[in-house]
């Protein structure tokens, strides 16, 4: 289970010289190609598979306290522990382990699911076995035969941590549930429908044995829809505002179903429809554990269409109270937790926002400057928060400065950084002016920000920061050809780029010409790409 990121709105890269950080988008805005790695898609084959980074972004969590606060508070699993106290200090099972005939009603009681008298329905006796049996899963009890050959459950050694609230107990038991309930989800939903007629076949035929591998196939396929239908909400809970996390139902399944640059066809849109309906009981049961918040599929709409199953999309659009009874889903905190934890389980680096901004201003704009998925302008606002303006826009200046690899980045994410710090960094910025590394940007940081008495750099200066701000964008888009065709079509190239090239290539910078050859590749002008190969030519024969 994982996500390759795309490059992220949020990103450096989403902005040129003296531009805005582009608006956060949602998955949605994005085809599933550019958000799971679709590597075919983009024309990678099997062996680029093995050396392909995938990259999963990072979320917000709230505390293990927050979280096992939520896990206690999650019916099923407090049923759960309420049934494992019960067995104390040991009682009677049959000999499969389940409650005995007369302990199923009074189980039912003790949960709160029926009545203290009168008849208890047979769905209330249903669930509470349904919470024996996830006690039994999760070894909240502990099944054995005494001397005389009663078989009895006990309470199992994390009960009573589970009951304290013991966060590392609660959540590994939590957990555990999760992945309980996400494999009997799949598993039912490759089950025959209600109703529908089995071939009867000899146990051990050829058609027993191809009915068990369809089951198999089936019970694939389901589990893999649902794992990637948790991904999509994955990114979708780390790219979203606050608030706007929840996914309409046939969002989530044309994300799935809909190619990239493709507008939904009428067979397209019957995919959706059935990835919606296969979809539907799977979040149900992963809701019932607090995993998802979900708003299943209103079931008159069947009704509606003649027991046909319903359409998402027509022709008119549909209002929001309409849109929502086809269906609505967010991951919970808890349900971010979990799939990040099978993330890890699966050997993904599965970063949290904050990991990177816990040391001094050095050791923030290193770590984001050289991760691959990170969401820079969210770590820079967790280091930056509940520091003094002043004294940090020093730190970051200074940090910002050398020569090494990164440099340029660093500087990028400096700016980044003054930019959510705003007018109280002023003082700190005018006290660089001169700096050679550091001069040219805060001169146009200044005057991007309306101060007044903006000295005008010189042209040094000048040119070392136009090497300089490409070469960020040359570390931070990774080599992305279209992303850098926008910085190199931006150069501030005159009409005789000659001269303008004779000029930039003598630049002492340790990217001068790394920041020349790409832009004698990438340049749609055929007379300035060719200026800049003769530059770059020229600047590595200096050194």
């Known amino acids: 289970?994982?996500?390759?990121?795309?490059?992220?709105?949020?990103?450096?890269?989403?902005?040129?010289?003296?531009?805005?950080?582009?608006?956060?988008?949602?998955?949605?805005?994005?085809?599933?190609?550019?958000?799971?790695?679709?590597?075919?898609?983009?024309?990678?084959?099997?062996?680029?598979?093995?050396?392909?980074?995938?990259?999963?972004?990072?979320?917000?969590?709230?505390?293990?306290?927050?979280?096992?606060?939520?896990?206690?508070?999650?019916?099923?699993?407090?049923?759960?522990?309420?049934?494992?106290?019960?067995?104390?200090?040991?009682?009677?099972?049959?000999?499969?382990?389940?409650?005995?005939?007369?302990?199923?009603?009074?189980?039912?009681?003790?949960?709160?699911?029926?009545?203290?008298?009168?008849?208890?329905?047979?769905?209330?006796?249903?669930?509470?076995?349904?919470a024996w049996s996830l006690a039994c899963d999760l070894d909240l009890v502990e099944i054995g035969t005494t001397a005389a050959g009663e078989h009895v459950a006990i309470p199992g050694p994390d009960l009573e941590p589970a009951e304290q609230g013991d966060p590392e107990t609660v959540l590994e038991l939590w957990l555990t549930a999760a992945g309980i309930v996400r494999e009997l989800a799949a598993e039912a939903d490759s089950l025959p429908a209600e109703g529908e007629e089995e071939d009867e076949a000899e146990e051990g035929s050829e058609e027993d044995e191809a009915?068990?591998?369809?089951?198999?196939?089936?019970?694939?396929?389901?589990?893999?829809?649902?794992?990637?239908?948790?991904?999509?909400?994955?990114?979708?809970?780390?790219?979203?505002?606050?608030?706007?996390e929840t996914v309409p139902l046939g969002v989530l399944a044309a994300l799935l179903v809909?190619?990239?640059?493709?507008?939904?066809?009428?067979?397209?849109?019957?995919?959706?429809?059935?990835?919606m309906v296969a979809l539907d009981p799977m979040l149900g049961d992963l809701a019932e554990l607090g995993l998802l918040a979900y708003r299943p599929i209103d079931p008159e709409l069947f009704d509606?269409?003649?027991?046909?199953?319903?359409?998402?999309?027509?022709?008119?659009?549909?209002?929001?109270?309409?849109?929502?009874?086809?269906?609505?889903?967010?991951l919970t905190p808890l349900g971010v937790y979990a799939v990040r934890q099978w993330l890890l389980e699966d050997g993904y680096d599965a970063p949290l926002v904050g990991e990177l901004a816990q040391g001094d201003a050095a050791e923030l704009l290193t770590a984001v400057a050289e991760s691959a998925n990170v969401l820079p302008e969210e770590e820079i606002r967790e280091w930056l928060d509940g520091r003094e303006p002043l004294p940090?826009?020093?730190?970051?200046?200074?940090?910002?400065?050398?020569?090494?690899?990164?440099?340029?980045?660093?500087?990028?994410?400096?700016?980044?950084?003054l930019d959510q710090l705003?007018?109280?960094?002023?003082?700190?910025?005018?006290?660089?002016?001169?700096?050679p590394e550091l001069g040219g940007a805060a001169r146009a940081w200044l005057a991007a920000a309306g101060a007044a008495d903006v000295p005008a750099p010189e042209r040094p200066m000048v040119l070392w920061t136009v090497v300089d701000t490409f070469a960020a964008?040359?570390?931070?888009?990774?080599?992305?050809?279209?992303?850098?065709?926008?910085?190199?079509?931006?150069?501030?190239?005159?009409?005789?780029?000659?001269?303008?090239?004779?000029?930039?290539?003598?630049?002492?910078?340790?990217?001068?010409?790394?920041?020349?050859?790409?832009?004698?590749?990438?340049?749609?002008d055929r007379q300035v790409a060719k200026e800049a190969r003769k530059a770059a030519f020229k600047a590595r024969s200096k050194n």
Not at 212 to 235: C, F, H, I, K, P
Not at 422 to 435: F, I, Q, T, Y
């Open 211 to 244: 009915r068990l591998a369809e089951v198999e196939e089936s019970r694939d396929a389901a589990a893999e829809l649902l794992d990637e239908a948790l991904q999509v909400l994955y990114e979708t809970t780390a790219f979203a505002e606050p608030g706007t």
């Open 304 to 330: 509606e269409e003649d027991g046909e199953t319903p359409a998402p999309a027509g022709d008119e659009p549909l209002d929001e109270a309409e849109s929502a009874r086809f269906g609505l889903v967010r």
């Open 473 to 524: 964008h040359l570390l931070d888009s990774g080599g992305d050809a279209g992303t850098l065709r926008d910085l190199v079509t931006g150069l501030p190239v005159t009409d005789n780029p000659a001269s303008y090239f004779g000029e930039l290539w003598r630049v002492d910078h340790p990217n001068t010409a790394d920041v020349l050859d790409a832009v004698g590749e990438l340049h749609l």
């Open 1 to 130: 289970m994982a996500g390759r990121r795309r490059k992220n709105p949020d990103n450096p890269s989403a902005t040129g010289p003296g531009e805005q950080p582009a608006e956060s988008l949602l998955p949605a805005d994005f085809a599933l190609e550019d958000l799971y790695g679709a590597f075919a898609a983009h024309g990678a084959d099997d062996e680029d598979l093995d050396d392909a980074a995938v990259l999963v972004p990072p979320v917000r969590l709230p505390s293990e306290q927050e979280l096992t606060a939520e896990a206690l508070a999650v019916p099923m699993l407090g049923y759960a522990l309420k049934l494992s106290r019960w067995t104390a200090p040991h009682r009677a099972v049959d000999e499969f382990g389940d409650l005995t005939e007369a302990d199923r009603e009074p189980a039912a009681r003790l949960l709160g699911l029926a009545a203290a008298e009168g008849e208890v329905a047979e769905e209330e006796v249903v669930e509470a076995m349904r």
């Open 258 to 275: 809909v190619p990239e640059g493709e507008e939904p066809s009428e067979e397209l849109l019957g995919d959706i429809t059935d990835v």
């Open 392 to 417: 940090a826009a020093r730190e970051l200046l200074v940090a910002a400065r050398g020569t090494d690899t990164y440099a340029p980045l660093r500087r990028l994410l400096c700016r980044l950084a």
């Open 422 to 435: 705003g007018s109280p960094a002023e003082p700190a910025v005018r006290e660089v002016l001169d700096d």
